[in-house]
Nanobody, 115 residues
Framework: QVQLVESGGGLVQPGGSLRLSCAAS????????MNWYRQAPGKERELVAA????????NYADSVKGRFTISRDNAKNTVYLQMNSLKPEDTAVYYC????????WGQGTLVTVSS
């Protein structure tokens, strides 16, 4: 049974930091590229960050470059999203996504950036 379980969301003040985690199970983690998407209220889901299966290459949306870092630990079947210098416009539900021979989604974790 495939599972992607996100954690680490919450309420943070502007300028603060959060680290999201996504624990994967039920598939060969290292064979899958991993992505973080987000969806703000009233907006479409957008790709925030991506990392290849081996972790050798990453990509970021322009809106988060220099502030967010995606990483993975294939020994722990976990992908992370370190988010620094958070802005109110980063408020969204953040979703973990696995892309390979199949496509899997987590349930999402809410990040709220507000004073």
């Amino acid at each position: 049974q495939v599972q992607l379980v996100e954690s680490g969301g919450g309420l943070v003040q502007p300028g603060g930091s959060l680290r999201l985690s996504c624990a994967a199970s039920g598939f060969t983690f290292s064979n899958y590229a991993m992505n973080w998407y987000r969806q703000a209220p009233g907006k479409e889901r957008e790709l925030v960050a991506a990392i290849t299966g081996a972790g050798s290459s990453t990509n970021y949306a322009d809106s988060v470059k220099g502030r967010f870092t995606i990483s993975r630990d294939n020994a722990k079947n976990t992908v992370y999203l370190q988010m620094n210098s958070l802005k109110p416009e980063d408020t969204a539900v953040y979703y973990c996504n696995a892309r390979g021979s199949s496509y899997y989604w987590g349930q999402g974790t809410l990040v709220t950036v507000s004073s």
